[in-house]
Structures are given as structure tokens and as C-alpha cells.
């Protein structure tokens, strides 16, 4: 296009720009996160138009496309329950539309499909966009925890036992560092070997210590043990890292327990963490009787499997949870507790909102992914044995899809999750 020939720029840095913003735009909100998103499937289509959608397509990918039409099945079949029954409290066939415009996601993922395989994108932008974005929540978060504001104004008087840096009353910073500062480490690696190959080993170790002690200021909990245990695995399995285990174990344990014998507040929110992991045998029991003193996130886990049976084969369709929530058959009618919009956690989610059905597509979809990625980069010897590029996005894509975590919703909150699936699954499969 002329547009391009005259700014001296080629079409694969500006698309490989509009990728690597995508990290700047989660933390300038959910706006710039969409035109962002709408920005690089449109100007994908427009400069190689219908040569998008004539990639070959595996297994893998036809899994994809019917888990996407199951997700449009069951919410016309939810939605047409709705209608007979004249429940229209949301309109007409409301859930139907969402999972249409749901769809996007498919059509962003059969773009960074294209554009990885051709290799028309290059990700050491993405890369370098990850290092200062996580760098910069990481000493907005420090600047609000010893001053009260961060640099943007929002104060930490509110937050309670959590602190959102620049992303505001919500309180993701910790969540934010934890997928995006995995990137980090392989940056200087990766691309500036030469450059930097004297001091990458001692600035890896910096690296850590800052977005360790980011996440811990935060006050986000599941992301710190998420964020150890992806580190811990990258560790684990490169054979060049090994010998930095034992020095990582103890580096971790000597910050974890000066801060916390320092700041009480810090001190308190962990222990207070550790009581809600052993109060999860109350739920496992099933004893309502000892909810008072249980978070109400811990509380959804309980209500899932009722509520699952309502719709137990097809789901109750996306974003219905807290509608059939109110249905289940021993609800306690007395009760002050309010279902949520989700269950807090994938996989019960995907099972109430998708049923059976769908959660056999999505978890044949998931372990394709770790046969394809990890095991193919680590135990058989195939293309993927010498690219390293691949290997932050199989260690966030493993933490990601922990099953033993609580979580946001899959259907609600899914940006990063997808965005991360669909980058790591093109550039490591289908990038020969």
C-alpha cells in the first residue's frame, strides 16, 4: 500500500507493532485493548485479504472451530428455553448475539495464525514491549506502596490489602507482571546476546527480584505462586538454568520473609491466604454451615455442580451462570448469598456455560497444545528442540490453564488468556 511505501515502514513492522502494544494497551484499559485488537485483524484482512483464511488447518485448529460452534449452539438452545418460557429479562436471544460477537476471538486467532506462520511478524518487539510495560508496573506499584499514589494519582488508601499501580481500582498489577514479565527474562537472551551476553546474567537476576517483589506489593496472591512456579519449571527444564535452582530457592525465600517481617500489612495478607487454602476442605465437604468465615469467589466452587446439572450436557450458555446460579434445586431460599458472574475458576466455568460437551473439546484442545509445545520441545526430538523463542509461551500457557487456582471468568475476563494462546500456539507448532 502507498500509505506504507511513503512512511518508509513495511507491512510486517506495522503489524508486528500492533502486536507488541498490546501490552501497553492492558494497562491503558479495556478500550485501547479492543481497537487495538480491531486495529490488527482489520489491517490484517485489508493488506493480504482472503490469503488469511487459506493456511492449512490441522486437527488442532478443527477443534477450535467446533468448540466455537458448540459455544453458538448452546446459547441458541438457552436462549430459545428463554424464550418459550418468556424469560426476557435481557431482551431477545441475548446470549446467541454474545457468543457472535465472541467470535472475534476466532478471527484473531486464525490472524496471528497467519501472520506467525508466514513469518510476518516479528516478536522481538512484542518482547521488549513486555520488558519495560512489566518494568513499569513494577515501579508504579513500589512509587504507590511508600507514597500513597501512584504517578498517575490513584491512591492506595482504598485498595485494601491490594494495590493496582496505573490500572486503578482494579487490582490486576500482580496479575499483569506475573504473564508478561515471563517475556522479560528471554529479551536479552534472545535477541541481544552479542550485545549483552556479559551482563544478561547478572541483569536476569534483577529482573526477578523487581518483579518478585512487584507482585508480593500488589497483594495479588495466586499470581506470586503462579509466577514461582513458572519460573521454577523454566528452570527445571532448560538444561542451561538447572544450576540456578537451588540459588532461586533461596534468593525467593530470603526476599519473601524480609518483606514480610518488615510490613505487617504484607505479613497479614499471606497468612490470611494461607487460612482460606485450608478452610477449601469446608467446601469440599460441602458444610454450608461454616460459609461465614469463607471468601464469597471460595463460595462459587460450591455452587457449581448443581448448577451444572440444570444444563449438565450442553451448558447453560456463556455469561448465564448467576441466572442458573439462583435455579439449583436446594438453593437456600433464607441465604444473603448472592451467586457471582462466574464460578472462579476455568474449568467449572466451562462446564456450566458449555456443559459436558464442550469441556471434552476444550481440555482435547489444551493437551493437543502440551503434546505439540512442551512435549515436542523437551522430550522428542523435533523442530521445536532449538527454538527457544517458543519456550516463555509454553511456561504461560502451562500456568495459565493450572487447574487448581481460582481465577477470573474465562467468557468475562479472557483477554489475556487468549491472546496468550493465540501467539504461543502459532509461533511454536505452525512456525517451521
Keep these: 500500500m502507498n500509505l506504507f511505501s511513503k512512511a518508509n515502514i513495511s507491512k510486517e513492522n506495522f503489524l508486528s507493532i500492533l502486536v507488541a502494544l498490546l501490552p501497553l494497551s492492558f494497562i491503558a484499559g479495556n478500550l485501547i485493548i479492543n481497537f487495538n485488537l480491531i486495529l490488527l485483524i482489520l489491517f490484517s484482512l485489508i493488506l493480504f485479504n482472503k490469503d488469511v483464511f487459506t493456511i492449512k488447518f490441522y486437527i488442532l485448529d478443527k477443534l477450535l472451530f467446533f468448540y466455537f460452534f458448540l459455544v453458538i449452539f448452546t446459547a441458541f438452545i438457552n436462549d430459545f428455553e428463554f424464550y418459550k418460557n418468556d424469560i426476557l429479562w435481557r431482551g431477545y436471544f441475548p446470549t446467541t448475539i454474545k457468543s457472535f460477537f465472541f467470535l472475534k476471538y476466532l478471527l484473531l486467532y486464525l490472524v496471528l495464525r497467519f501472520l506467525v506462520e508466514k513469518n510476518f511478524l516479528n516478536l522481538k518487539y512484542f518482547f521488549i514491549s513486555c520488558l519495560f510495560a512489566s518494568l513499569f508496573v513494577c515501579f508504579d506499584i513500589f512509587y504507590q506502596f511508600f507514597n500513597g499514589k501512584d504517578i498517575f494519582g490513584f491512591s492506595s488508601e482504598t485498595s485494601g490489602r491490594k494495590l493496582g499501580g496505573p490500572f486503578g481500582d482494579e487490582l490486576i498489577a500482580g496479575g499483569y507482571i506475573q504473564r508478561f514479565s515471563i517475556f522479560a527474562f528471554f529479551t536479552l537472551p534472545l535477541f541481544y546476546s552479542k550485545n549483552f551476553k556479559k551482563i544478561a546474567k547478572y541483569l536476569i537476576p534483577v529482573f526477578f527480584i523487581i518483579f518478585f517483589v512487584g507482585i508480593i506489593m500488589s497483594g495479588n496472591r495466586m499470581p506470586l ?4 512456579l513458572a519460573v521454577s519449571l523454566i528452570i527445571i527444564f532448560q538444561k542451561q538454568t538447572r544450576k540456578f535452582l537451588v540459588p532461586f530457592v533461596v534468593i525467593f525465600s530470603l526476599i519473601f520473609f524480609l518483606i514480610i517481617s518488615v510490613n505487617t500489612k504484607i505479613k497479614n495478607n499471606f497468612l490470611n491466604f494461607y487460612v482460606q487454602i485450608s478452610n477449601m476442605k469446608t467446601i469440599i465437604v460441602g458444610d454450608e454451615s461454616n460459609y461465614q468465615n469463607i471468601p464469597q469467589y471460595f463460595k462459587e466452587f460450591s455452587t457449581f455442580y448443581e448448577t451444572w446439572l440444570l444444563n449438565k450436557y450442553i451448558g447453560g450458555g456463556i455469561k448465564n451462570f448467576r441466572y442458573y446460579c439462583h435455579e439449583r434445586p436446594n438453593i437456600d431460599k433464607n441465604s444473603n448469598f448472592i451467586c457471582n458472574m462466574h464460578p472462579h475458576n476455568y474449568y467449572l466455568e466451562i462446564l456450566t456455560e458449555t456443559g459436558f460437551f464442550g469441556f471434552v473439546v476444550l481440555i482435547s484442545i489444551l493437551l493437543s497444545i502440551l503434546y505439540l509445545s512442551f512435549y515436542n520441545k ?21 500456568v495459565e490453564i493450572f487447574p487448581l487456582k481460582s481465577t477470573g471468568s474465562f467468557f468475562y475476563h479472557r483477554k489475556y488468556y487468549l491472546f496468550i494462546l493465540n501467539n504461543w500456539n502459532t509461533c511454536g507448532y505452525y512456525k517451521k
Design 225 to 228: 505462586l503462579l509466577f514461582l
Design 378 to 398: 523437551y522430550f522428542s526430538k523435533s523442530s521445536l528442540t532449538d527454538n527457544n523463542l517458543i519456550i516463555p509461551f509454553i511456561f504461560l500457557f502451562i
